[in-house]
Protein backbone atom coordinates (compact mmCIF):
# COMPACT_ATOMS: atom_id res chain seq x y z
CA UNK A 1 0.00 0.00 0.00
CA UNK A 2 2.91 2.32 0.56
CA UNK A 3 4.24 1.55 -2.81
CA UNK A 4 1.31 2.26 -4.47
CA UNK A 5 1.32 5.54 -2.16
CA UNK A 6 4.76 6.60 -2.97
CA UNK A 7 3.37 6.45 -6.74
CA UNK A 8 0.70 8.46 -6.58
CA UNK A 9 2.61 11.00 -5.19
CA UNK A 10 5.15 10.44 -7.93
CA UNK A 11 2.62 10.83 -10.42
CA UNK A 12 2.05 14.37 -9.06
CA UNK A 13 5.23 15.85 -9.98
CA UNK A 14 5.91 17.39 -13.48
CA UNK A 15 9.72 16.27 -13.59
CA UNK A 16 8.54 12.41 -13.30
CA UNK A 17 6.17 13.05 -16.22
CA UNK A 18 7.74 14.69 -18.20
CA UNK A 19 10.86 12.04 -17.91
CA UNK A 20 8.00 9.65 -18.79
CA UNK A 21 7.29 11.30 -21.97
CA UNK A 22 10.72 11.42 -22.86
CA UNK A 23 11.23 7.79 -22.16
CA UNK A 24 8.44 7.10 -24.59
CA UNK A 25 9.06 9.61 -26.83
CA UNK A 26 12.54 7.55 -27.07
CA UNK A 27 10.93 3.89 -26.91
CA UNK A 28 9.09 5.34 -30.13
CA UNK A 29 11.94 6.07 -32.09
CA UNK A 30 13.56 2.85 -30.97
CA UNK A 31 10.66 0.77 -32.22
CA UNK A 32 10.61 2.64 -35.64
CA UNK A 33 13.97 2.32 -36.22
CA UNK A 34 13.93 -1.52 -35.53
CA UNK A 35 10.85 -1.44 -37.95
CA UNK A 36 13.11 -0.17 -40.60
CA UNK A 37 16.06 -2.21 -40.14
CA UNK A 38 14.41 -5.69 -40.26
CA UNK A 39 12.34 -7.81 -42.46
CA UNK A 40 13.13 -9.81 -45.21
CA UNK A 41 16.17 -8.02 -45.32
CA UNK A 42 18.02 -7.42 -42.12
CA UNK A 43 20.20 -3.61 -42.46
CA UNK A 44 22.51 -2.42 -40.03
CA UNK A 45 21.13 0.93 -38.35
CA UNK A 46 24.35 2.38 -40.31
CA UNK A 47 22.97 2.01 -43.11
CA UNK A 48 19.57 2.96 -42.80
CA UNK A 49 20.78 6.52 -40.97
CA UNK A 50 22.28 6.94 -44.64
CA UNK A 51 19.55 5.98 -46.46
CA UNK A 52 17.47 8.58 -44.73
CA UNK A 53 20.26 10.40 -44.76
CA UNK A 54 20.73 10.31 -49.10
CA UNK A 55 22.90 7.42 -49.31
CA UNK A 56 22.31 3.73 -50.02
CA UNK A 57 21.87 1.12 -53.12
CA UNK A 58 18.70 2.02 -54.86
CA UNK A 59 17.01 -1.44 -54.11
CA UNK A 60 18.10 -0.72 -50.09
CA UNK A 61 16.26 2.87 -50.72
CA UNK A 62 13.26 1.19 -52.39
CA UNK A 63 12.57 -0.84 -49.64
CA UNK A 64 13.21 1.44 -46.76
CA UNK A 65 11.88 4.80 -48.13
CA UNK A 66 9.12 3.08 -50.31
CA UNK A 67 7.97 -0.11 -48.20
CA UNK A 68 8.99 0.16 -44.42
CA UNK A 69 8.91 3.75 -43.90
CA UNK A 70 5.33 4.41 -44.91
CA UNK A 71 4.55 1.46 -42.72
CA UNK A 72 6.20 2.35 -39.60
CA UNK A 73 4.33 5.82 -40.00
CA UNK A 74 1.20 4.13 -40.96
CA UNK A 75 1.63 1.78 -38.04
CA UNK A 76 2.20 4.56 -36.02
CA UNK A 77 -0.43 7.32 -36.81
CA UNK A 78 -3.05 4.34 -36.30
CA UNK A 79 -1.65 3.63 -32.98
CA UNK A 80 -2.58 6.83 -31.71
CA UNK A 81 -5.78 7.46 -33.27
CA UNK A 82 -7.09 4.51 -31.41
CA UNK A 83 -5.36 5.49 -28.01
CA UNK A 84 -6.51 8.70 -27.72
CA UNK A 85 -10.16 7.27 -28.78
CA UNK A 86 -9.89 4.78 -25.90
CA UNK A 87 -8.49 7.53 -24.02
CA UNK A 88 -11.54 9.85 -24.65
CA UNK A 89 -14.38 7.16 -24.42
CA UNK A 90 -13.07 5.94 -21.13
CA UNK A 91 -13.28 9.92 -19.85
CA UNK A 92 -16.34 10.61 -21.21
CA UNK A 93 -18.18 7.54 -20.08
CA UNK A 94 -16.11 7.12 -17.03
CA UNK A 95 -15.92 3.05 -17.64
CA UNK A 96 -12.18 1.37 -17.43
CA UNK A 97 -13.57 -1.07 -20.46
CA UNK A 98 -14.59 1.61 -23.28
CA UNK A 99 -12.09 1.01 -25.79
CA UNK A 100 -13.27 1.22 -29.13
CA UNK A 101 -13.19 -2.17 -30.10
CA UNK A 102 -15.04 -3.54 -26.93
CA UNK A 103 -18.14 -0.86 -27.53
CA UNK A 104 -18.59 -1.03 -31.03
CA UNK A 105 -17.38 2.43 -32.11
CA UNK A 106 -14.70 0.49 -34.70
CA UNK A 107 -17.49 -1.70 -35.82
CA UNK A 108 -19.69 0.86 -36.59
CA UNK A 109 -16.42 2.45 -38.65
CA UNK A 110 -15.74 -0.78 -40.09
CA UNK A 111 -19.33 -1.85 -41.21
CA UNK A 112 -19.10 1.97 -42.88
CA UNK A 113 -15.84 1.15 -44.65
CA UNK A 114 -16.79 -2.34 -45.85
CA UNK A 115 -19.86 -1.47 -47.71
CA UNK A 116 -17.10 1.27 -49.68
CA UNK A 117 -14.81 -1.46 -50.24
CA UNK A 118 -16.92 -3.99 -51.55
CA UNK A 119 -19.91 -2.75 -52.82
CA UNK A 120 -18.82 1.00 -53.84
CA UNK A 121 -14.82 0.59 -54.55
CA UNK A 122 -14.91 3.50 -57.06
CA UNK A 123 -15.63 5.73 -53.90
CA UNK A 124 -12.75 4.93 -52.20
CA UNK A 125 -11.71 8.68 -51.37
CA UNK A 126 -14.93 8.26 -48.78
CA UNK A 127 -13.41 5.80 -46.82
CA UNK A 128 -12.57 7.87 -43.80
CA UNK A 129 -15.54 10.14 -44.29
CA UNK A 130 -17.68 6.99 -44.29
CA UNK A 131 -15.82 5.33 -41.65
CA UNK A 132 -16.48 8.58 -39.36
CA UNK A 133 -20.16 8.68 -39.84
CA UNK A 134 -20.01 4.88 -38.73
CA UNK A 135 -18.15 5.35 -36.03
CA UNK A 136 -20.35 8.25 -34.72
CA UNK A 137 -23.35 6.49 -35.40
CA UNK A 138 -22.58 3.54 -33.47
CA UNK A 139 -21.48 5.83 -30.18
CA UNK A 140 -24.25 7.46 -30.01
CA UNK A 141 -27.03 4.36 -30.69
CA UNK A 142 -24.35 2.60 -27.72
CA UNK A 143 -24.52 5.74 -25.32
CA UNK A 144 -28.47 5.95 -25.92
CA UNK A 145 -28.82 2.54 -24.86
CA UNK A 146 -26.89 2.49 -22.02
CA UNK A 147 -27.83 5.86 -20.96
CA UNK A 148 -30.57 5.60 -17.44
CA UNK A 149 -30.03 8.53 -15.33
CA UNK A 150 -26.74 8.38 -16.00
CA UNK A 151 -24.23 5.75 -17.96
CA UNK A 152 -23.25 3.49 -15.94
CA UNK A 153 -20.15 0.28 -16.56
CA UNK A 154 -22.15 -2.85 -16.75
CA UNK A 155 -25.08 -0.85 -19.22
CA UNK A 156 -22.22 0.43 -20.98
CA UNK A 157 -20.51 -2.96 -21.65
CA UNK A 158 -23.72 -4.99 -22.20
CA UNK A 159 -24.57 -2.17 -24.97
CA UNK A 160 -21.56 -2.17 -26.24
CA UNK A 161 -21.80 -6.03 -26.55
CA UNK A 162 -24.94 -6.31 -28.67
CA UNK A 163 -24.50 -3.20 -31.10
CA UNK A 164 -21.53 -4.84 -32.08
CA UNK A 165 -23.27 -8.14 -32.17
CA UNK A 166 -25.69 -6.12 -34.23
CA UNK A 167 -22.81 -4.84 -36.53
CA UNK A 168 -21.08 -7.99 -36.59
CA UNK A 169 -23.66 -9.69 -38.33
CA UNK A 170 -24.02 -6.94 -40.58
CA UNK A 171 -20.76 -7.57 -41.73
CA UNK A 172 -20.66 -11.04 -42.23
CA UNK A 173 -24.15 -10.66 -44.21
CA UNK A 174 -21.90 -8.20 -46.55
CA UNK A 175 -19.32 -11.28 -46.90
CA UNK A 176 -21.89 -13.83 -48.08
CA UNK A 177 -24.12 -11.56 -50.05
CA UNK A 178 -20.35 -10.78 -52.13
CA UNK A 179 -18.38 -13.90 -51.91
CA UNK A 180 -16.36 -12.85 -55.19
CA UNK A 181 -14.97 -10.07 -52.98
CA UNK A 182 -14.30 -11.18 -50.04
CA UNK A 183 -10.89 -12.00 -50.45
CA UNK A 184 -9.72 -8.53 -50.92
CA UNK A 185 -11.06 -7.58 -47.26
CA UNK A 186 -9.63 -10.63 -44.70
CA UNK A 187 -6.30 -8.11 -44.25
CA UNK A 188 -9.19 -5.91 -42.75
CA UNK A 189 -11.51 -8.02 -41.22
CA UNK A 190 -8.38 -9.58 -39.26
CA UNK A 191 -6.65 -6.03 -38.61
CA UNK A 192 -3.08 -5.28 -40.59
CA UNK A 193 -0.77 -3.65 -42.65
CA UNK A 194 0.18 -5.05 -44.96
CA UNK A 195 1.08 -3.32 -48.22
CA UNK A 196 0.15 -0.22 -46.70
CA UNK A 197 2.27 2.97 -48.48
CA UNK A 198 2.37 6.40 -48.69
CA UNK A 199 -1.48 6.75 -50.33
CA UNK A 200 -2.16 5.01 -46.49
CA UNK A 201 0.04 7.81 -45.05
CA UNK A 202 -1.45 10.50 -46.91
CA UNK A 203 -4.93 9.50 -46.20
CA UNK A 204 -4.19 9.13 -42.65
CA UNK A 205 -2.02 12.23 -41.49
CA UNK A 206 -4.85 14.73 -41.43
CA UNK A 207 -7.45 13.18 -39.58
CA UNK A 208 -4.31 12.03 -36.64
CA UNK A 209 -3.40 15.27 -36.73
CA UNK A 210 -6.82 17.00 -36.28
CA UNK A 211 -7.84 13.70 -33.70
CA UNK A 212 -4.88 14.99 -31.72
CA UNK A 213 -4.88 18.53 -31.97
CA UNK A 214 -8.15 18.01 -30.58
CA UNK A 215 -7.51 15.88 -27.86
CA UNK A 216 -4.81 17.77 -26.89
CA UNK A 217 -7.38 20.57 -26.13
CA UNK A 218 -9.65 19.00 -24.58
CA UNK A 219 -7.96 16.83 -22.60
CA UNK A 220 -9.08 19.77 -19.12
CA UNK A 221 -12.41 19.13 -19.64
CA UNK A 222 -12.09 15.53 -19.55
CA UNK A 223 -10.40 16.58 -16.27
CA UNK A 224 -13.42 18.17 -15.19
CA UNK A 225 -15.73 15.31 -16.26
CA UNK A 226 -13.91 12.95 -14.01
CA UNK A 227 -15.09 15.01 -11.36
CA UNK A 228 -18.87 13.73 -11.91
CA UNK A 229 -21.81 15.74 -13.79
CA UNK A 230 -23.16 17.63 -11.06
CA UNK A 231 -19.88 18.85 -10.45
CA UNK A 232 -18.51 19.75 -13.27
CA UNK A 233 -21.65 21.54 -14.00
CA UNK A 234 -21.03 23.90 -11.11
CA UNK A 235 -17.60 24.57 -12.37
CA UNK A 236 -19.45 25.91 -15.49
CA UNK A 237 -18.78 23.36 -18.16
CA UNK A 238 -21.56 22.72 -20.44
CA UNK A 239 -21.44 18.92 -19.58
CA UNK A 240 -23.24 17.52 -22.73
CA UNK A 241 -22.15 19.87 -25.27
CA UNK A 242 -18.45 18.39 -23.89
CA UNK A 243 -19.30 15.33 -24.06
CA UNK A 244 -20.65 15.29 -27.64
CA UNK A 245 -17.47 17.05 -29.06
CA UNK A 246 -15.04 14.46 -27.42
CA UNK A 247 -17.62 11.98 -29.25
CA UNK A 248 -17.15 13.25 -32.37
CA UNK A 249 -13.47 13.43 -31.89
CA UNK A 250 -13.18 9.75 -30.68
CA UNK A 251 -15.23 8.37 -33.70
CA UNK A 252 -12.85 10.72 -35.82
CA UNK A 253 -9.82 8.93 -34.49
CA UNK A 254 -11.62 5.50 -34.59
CA UNK A 255 -12.98 5.92 -37.99
CA UNK A 256 -9.09 7.20 -39.43
CA UNK A 257 -7.51 3.90 -37.71
CA UNK A 258 -10.23 1.40 -39.54
CA UNK A 259 -10.03 3.05 -42.26
CA UNK A 260 -5.97 1.91 -42.51
CA UNK A 261 -5.48 -0.75 -40.45
CA UNK A 262 -9.13 -2.53 -40.24
CA UNK A 263 -10.80 -3.86 -37.17
CA UNK A 264 -7.74 -3.76 -35.00
CA UNK A 265 -9.00 -4.06 -31.68
CA UNK A 266 -7.68 -3.76 -28.04
CA UNK A 267 -5.15 -0.74 -28.51
CA UNK A 268 -7.32 1.36 -27.20
CA UNK A 269 -7.74 -0.29 -24.11
CA UNK A 270 -3.99 -1.65 -23.30
CA UNK A 271 -2.65 1.77 -23.94
CA UNK A 272 -4.55 4.14 -21.95
CA UNK A 273 -4.73 1.65 -19.20
CA UNK A 274 -1.14 1.29 -18.97
CA UNK A 275 0.01 4.77 -18.62
CA UNK A 276 -2.97 5.35 -16.08
CA UNK A 277 -0.77 3.36 -13.76
CA UNK A 278 2.37 5.22 -14.73
CA UNK A 279 1.55 8.86 -15.21
CA UNK A 280 -1.65 9.43 -13.81
CA UNK A 281 -4.95 10.43 -14.72
CA UNK A 282 -4.41 13.75 -15.66
CA UNK A 283 -5.45 13.77 -19.16
CA UNK A 284 -2.89 16.52 -20.08
CA UNK A 285 -0.10 14.15 -19.71
CA UNK A 286 -2.43 10.59 -20.07
CA UNK A 287 -3.08 11.77 -23.79
CA UNK A 288 0.45 12.11 -24.70
CA UNK A 289 1.97 9.45 -23.06
CA UNK A 290 -0.79 6.77 -24.22
CA UNK A 291 -0.26 8.61 -27.98
CA UNK A 292 3.20 7.67 -27.26
CA UNK A 293 3.37 4.28 -26.05
CA UNK A 294 0.37 3.24 -28.70
CA UNK A 295 2.50 4.25 -31.61
CA UNK A 296 5.00 2.69 -30.48
CA UNK A 297 3.29 -0.86 -29.28
CA UNK A 298 1.76 -1.08 -32.82
CA UNK A 299 5.11 -0.74 -34.73
CA UNK A 300 6.94 -2.81 -32.45
CA UNK A 301 4.08 -5.47 -32.85
CA UNK A 302 3.89 -5.09 -36.58
CA UNK A 303 7.54 -5.84 -36.78
CA UNK A 304 7.24 -8.76 -34.88
CA UNK A 305 4.36 -10.13 -37.27
CA UNK A 306 6.66 -9.40 -40.11
CA UNK A 307 9.87 -11.58 -38.02
CA UNK A 308 7.99 -14.19 -36.13
CA UNK A 309 6.97 -16.70 -38.99
CA UNK A 310 9.22 -15.17 -41.99
CA UNK A 311 8.72 -15.59 -44.79
CA UNK A 312 5.18 -15.48 -43.97
CA UNK A 313 3.81 -12.41 -42.20
CA UNK A 314 1.24 -12.80 -39.31
CA UNK A 315 -1.08 -9.60 -39.44
CA UNK A 316 -0.80 -7.31 -36.34
CA UNK A 317 -4.39 -7.72 -35.39
CA UNK A 318 -3.30 -11.32 -34.47
CA UNK A 319 -0.33 -9.93 -31.86
CA UNK A 320 -2.58 -7.02 -30.32
CA UNK A 321 -5.40 -9.98 -30.06
CA UNK A 322 -2.75 -12.37 -28.32
CA UNK A 323 -1.60 -9.57 -26.13
CA UNK A 324 -4.99 -7.58 -25.49
CA UNK A 325 -7.47 -10.56 -24.26
CA UNK A 326 -5.17 -11.38 -21.24
CA UNK A 327 -5.42 -7.85 -20.35
CA UNK A 328 -9.10 -8.02 -20.84
CA UNK A 329 -9.50 -10.27 -18.38
CA UNK A 330 -7.07 -8.84 -16.05
CA UNK A 331 -9.22 -6.05 -16.06
CA UNK A 332 -12.53 -7.86 -15.75
CA UNK A 333 -11.06 -9.66 -12.20
CA UNK A 334 -8.78 -6.62 -11.08
CA UNK A 335 -9.87 -3.31 -9.37
CA UNK A 336 -10.27 -1.64 -12.80
CA UNK A 337 -13.72 -2.76 -13.43
CA UNK A 338 -16.84 -1.95 -11.65
CA UNK A 339 -20.54 -3.00 -12.80
CA UNK A 340 -21.93 -0.64 -10.52
Not at 83 to 98: D, E, K
Not at 252 to 273: D, E, N, Q, R, Y
Request: charged fraction near 10%; aromatic fraction near 8%.
Amino acid sequence: MNAFRRLGLLHERGPYRLSILVILSLFLIATLLLGLRFGSLHLPVSEIFGILTGGGNPVQRQIVLNVRLPRNLAAAMVGICLSLSGVILQGVMRNPLAAPNIIGVTGGGGLAAMIILITLPRYYHLLVPAAFLGALAATVLIYALAWKRGVRPGRMILAGVAVSSLLGAFINALMIFFPDRVSGVVDFMVGGLSGRSWKHVGILWPYTLAGTVGAFFLAPRLNILALGDETATSLGLDVERTRSLLIAVSSLLAAAAVSVAGLLGFVGLIAPHMMRLVIGSDHRYLVPASALFSAGLLVGCDTLGRMILDPVELPVGIIMAILGAPFFLFLLRGRGYHAA
